[in-house]
């Protein structure tokens, strides 16, 4: 069974920094496109960060393009997301998301429990 | 950025009934839009993907259609378990957006 285990999150002030950490059971990561995708209430799912299959190209949305960096270790088969700059804006619930194949292009099929990310001062 | 809007933004509906949600997405996505369900506290479950394919281990009561700017998710019978919201996204385009949601409640 694949599983996906977020970690990393919390309580981080304006301009601070976090590193969100996602383990995975039962992949190979070079098989699959891997995401980060939040999720507030105002703004619903968005998905943030992306990485193909080969690891040779990632996905950044605009609004977090420069802030947040996706990579991964596959060695330990775990997806990271590097966020500094943090504003309030970027408070939400992070799910670490498997795509159906290299892509992204077939759908999310296995996600994480969520991490929650809060920033305030 | 393609814009996705979803129809109705949220729906009253009895166990047994059938029951469509619309998604239109503003610029052709061919067939490139999935359909998720999400339980509140939960992660989303991907039910379809390349608009009408079934995800592995989801009833056949969900089916979808649709092609090039409008898409319709179906559930044939309502079960308890089913009140819950509804998205679609749709991934031709970068970036690869959502609609809003559609909350399916017990009428």
């Known amino acids: 069974e694949v599983q996906l285990l977020e970690s990393g999150g919390g309580l981080v002030q304006p301009g601070g920094s976090l590193r969100l950490s996602c383990t995975a059971s039962?992949?190979?990561?070079?098989?699959?496109?891997m995401t980060w995708v939040r999720q507030t209430p105002g703004k619903g799912l968005e998905l943030v960060s992306g990485i193909s299959g080969s690891g040779a190209s990632t996905y950044h949305a605009d609004s977090v393009k420069g802030r947040l960096t996706i990579s991964r270790d596959i060695s330990k088969n775990t997806l990271y997301l590097q966020m500094n700059s943090l504003r309030v804006e970027d408070t939400a619930v992070y799910y670490c998301?498997?795509?159906?194949?290299?892509?992204?292009?077939?759908?999310?099929?296995?996600w994480g429990q969520g991490t929650t990310v809060t920033v305030s001062s | 950025d393609i814009q996705l809007t979803q129809s109705p933004s949220s729906l009253s509906a009895s166990v047994g009934d059938r029951v469509n949600i619309t998604c239109r997405t503003t610029?052709?996505?061919?067939?490139?839009l999935n359909w998720y369900q999400q339980i509140p506290g939960k992660a989303p479950k991907l039910l379809i993907y390349?608009?009408?394919s079934l995800q592995s281990g989801v009833p056949s009561i969900f089916s979808g259609s649709g092609s090039g700017t409008e898409f319709t998710l179906t559930i044939s019978s309502l079960q308890v378990e089913h009140f819950a919201t509804y998205y679609c996204?749709?991934?031709?385009?970068?970036?690869?957006?959502f609609g809003q949601g559609t909350k399916l409640e017990i009428k």
């Open positions: 996204q749709q991934t031709y385009y970068i970036p690869y957006t």
């Open positions: 390349a608009a009408s």
């Open positions: 610029q052709t996505v061919t067939t490139y």
């Open positions: 039962g992949i190979t990561f070079t098989q699959y496109a």
């Open positions: 998301a498997k795509s159906r194949g290299l892509y992204y292009y077939f759908g999310l099929d296995v």
